[in-house]
Structure formats: C-alpha cells, structure tokens
C-alpha cells in the first residue's frame, strides 16, 4: 500500500518538551569539507522549523557519505550542522557521536527549543546492518520519532527501521508526507490518461519500473540511450548508438506486453547525432537514418513535439529518466523540453530519479516550480513507484 494510510504526520504529534528524533537526511555533496549544495538541509527546515516552535527538544539524525570501517575523517556532519545553525539562527549543538555518553549528555541537557545534530550514524556499521542494539542505543535519545529522510525509506538500516519499532508515538516529517502523497496517488489512483516518460543510461536499471507502470499507464514515452535498445528490438540499425544488446528479448516482451494491454509505446523518431560525446554539436535525424559511426545522444526535435503532444494530453504524468545525454549544451534540449512541457501541462505532474530531478532544476526559469512534485529520493522514489512496500515507511503505519 503506497498510501499515507495509518501514518501519523508530525503535526499529529505531542511534541512540547519531548525530545523529538527526526530523521533527517543530511547527505549533502561536499568538496574539500564545504558543503556545495545545501539544498537537503534547506527542504528539511519545515519540519524542524515545526518541532522547535512547538516546544520539542530536537535531536536530528543522518548518515553522509559511505564511510569505510574505523574512518571517518571529512565525513562528520560538523559542517551541516553549521550550515544548519545559520539557516535557523540558532545553536546547533554536536556531539561527537551518535550514540553513548557523549551523545547522551548533549541530548539530555537539551531544553525546550535547542537542537543537537548527532554525528554521522554510518560511523557506526551497525547502522546499515538494521542492528537492533545500536537502534535501542539510539531510543535511549528520543520519547517521539520522525521519519523525514525519503531517500533512505527504501533501506531497511537502523535509524528507519528497527528504531522505529523501538518507539510507540511516531510520525512523518513534511517532506515524507509530500513524497508518499505524490508517488502513491500515481500508484494507487492515478487521474486517467496517466502517461509515463522514461529515459536514462540503461534499460536494465528501469526493468522493474516500466513492468509495474505498464499495468498502470495509458502510454508509456521512451528516451535516452534506452530507447536505443527498444529500436535496435525493432531492428532498426542504430549504428553507433550505445545498445544493451543482451536486453533486446526483454525489450520486444516489453513491446508485446504494453500491446496486449493496449498501452500506448512512444518511441524517437527522430535523434541529435554525433560521433563522439565530446562533440560540439549534433544534428538531427529520422531513427532509420543514423550515418554509419554516428551515435543518438538525444532525442530530435519531431520526437519532442510527439512526446510535448502525449503529456499535453494526460491527466498524470511520472517522468524518470534524462532524454538524452543532458549534460552536454547539444544533447540537452530534448530533456529540456520535456522538463518544459511537464511545466506547461495540466496534469499532475511528478519527477522522480536523481539525474531527472538535476535535470529539470538545470532547464531553468519557473520550470521546476510548475511541477507537481520533484521527488528527492532516487532509488525510493522509483521502489515506491514500482507499488513495493518500503521497510521505512511501513515500520510508521500504527
Ligand atoms: P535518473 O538518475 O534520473 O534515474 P539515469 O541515471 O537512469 O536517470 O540516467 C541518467 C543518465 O543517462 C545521464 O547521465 C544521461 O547523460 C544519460 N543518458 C541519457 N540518454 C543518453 C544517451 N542517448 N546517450 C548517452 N547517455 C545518455
Ligand atoms: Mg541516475
């Protein structure tokens, strides 16, 4: 069940003078210990923001970055902590752990309205092991739950799953509450025609997500480099393009299936060719007309207008997936376009995927605020959209 069904959300929650666990994820990209997007401790406010003007005692968690057994050095979470004390205007107490005395002192001294961030959980492998130990360690810190951290859902790790188990009044943060609202409305109700749009490097990281849409779309949009792959299924010679060769069966039973269910299959029919990636510019051409050494690194413009048309039309959209090598100035404007039309629709509209998401807050303009929802978690938004129960957000439900 991909629904808010059962959960409580922070507002729900006694907080005054508790001490309030709130899940956070801090997981900020970094380059020499400065913080280069703080865009996940910025979305993180409203709900810290809620707890401390109601009187709780905030203690926040999250993990950063993959730290390797016994080293920790460059990932503490001393800097967002920081950055964390200029965004609110106030002391961002650190202790130098996340768990045992030293985190126990700072979090019990804590009054009504102060804020601790405990070192970086992953410091500790128990945490990713779900350790039911180190989960009762961190109950120790907390009488109230909440869970704002949707991109680690997903995982069953400790500090989402077997914590929560440990605490009898839990909630969700805002920013869980909007992602479980957007991706499970497109799962369990989506307005009808519900179109998807997928792109991206591989048809073999998407397998699970184009089955599980298939039996829920009215049309299914297929760019990027895995439309290749479904061309070269329908023999078309791609000639350069890069294919998943060993994805070509899987891709003519994806054909059938979405024919016998009478779901609509978009594919280019035009792509911007060059002959290498490092190219300067491309040009366009119909998919049957590729030049021998040439590859397709986005999709052309009579593509666009075909896929502009199908999302003009739709009541629901989902788009994951980059429509073509995006990084690069030439083979940009076929995901730019998307990201465009998604803004110009009237449906409801939601992104998900960690480079879709990059994506269309690089088109530029008011684009990324006419979206419905542009989902933060990579791999959760897709497992959620798959219709899959998450250890993290179940572990909530009362
Ligand atoms: P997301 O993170 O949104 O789920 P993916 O990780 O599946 O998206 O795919 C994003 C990557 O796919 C981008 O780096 C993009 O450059 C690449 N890509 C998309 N189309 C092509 C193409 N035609 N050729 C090469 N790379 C492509
Ligand atoms: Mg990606």
Redesign the pocket.
């Known amino acids: 069940m991909t629904t808010l069904a059962g959960i409580k959300k922070v507002t729900e929650l006694d907080v005054e003078n508790k001490r309030v666990f709130v899940r956070v994820d801090f997981n900020v990209p970094l380059d020499g210990g400065k913080i280069t997007d703080d865009a996940r401790i910025v979305e993180a406010l409203p709900t810290i923001k809620h707890v401390l003007d109601r009187g709780g005692r905030l203690v926040l968690a999250s993990h950063l970055g993959r730290p390797k057994p016994g080293k920790t050095e460059g990932l503490s979470l001393e800097p967002c902590g920081a950055r964390l004390a200029e965004l609110l205007g106030v002391e961002v107490h650190l202790p130098d752990d996340c768990v045992g005395d030293s985190a126990k002192k700072v979090v019990f001294d804590l009054r009504a309205g102060q804020v601790c961030l405990l070192e970086n959980l992953r410091f500790h492998p128990e945490e990713e092991k779900d350790d039911e130990t180190f989960a009762a360690q961190l109950a120790e810190l907390c009488d109230v739950y909440v869970d704002d951290a949707f991109g680690c859902v997903h995982r069953a790790h400790a500090s989402v799953h077997a914590l929560p188990k440990l605490v009898a009044d839990k909630a969700c943060g805002f920013l869980l509450e909007k992602e479980i609202d957007a991706l499970g409305k497109l799962v369990t109700a989506p307005d009808k025609p519900f179109v998807a749009i997928l ?4 048809v073999s ?2 397998i699970a997500v184009i089955e599980s849409l298939l039996e829920r779309v009215d049309a299914l949009v297929i760019g ?2 895995m439309a ?1 792959t479904f061309l070269a299924a329908k023999h078309l010679d791609v000639k350069a ?2 294919v998943e060769g060993d994805k070509l069966a899987l891709a003519r039973t994806i054909l059938e299936k979405a024919d016998a269910k009478k779901v609509a299959i978009l594919l280019p029919v035009d792509v911007v060719v060059a002959q290498s ?1 490092e190219a300067k510019e491309g040009r366009a051409v119909d998919v049957g007309a590729i030049p021998d050494g040439h ?4 999709i052309g413009p009579k593509s666009l207008e075909l896929f502009a048309a199908r999302i003009a039309g739709a009541k629901s959209v989902f788009w ?8 690069r100035e030439p083979f940009s404007a076929g995901t730019f376009g998307v990201a465009k039309a998604l803004a110009g629709a009237s449906a409801f509209t939601v992104v998900g ?5 990059a994506a269309v807050k690089q088109a530029g303009g008011e684009i990324a605020k006419k979206i419905n929802h542009i989902s933060t978690g ?1 791999g959760a938004s ?1 497992e959620l959209i798959e219709g899959k129960k998450l250890p993290g957000i179940e572990v909530l439900r009362a």
């Open positions: 792109g991206g490097a591989k990281d998407k990027g480099a290749n393009s890069k990636i590859m397709a690194l986005d994951n997936g980059p429509m073509g090598l995006f990084e995927g960690g480079d879709s998401a990579g897709l």
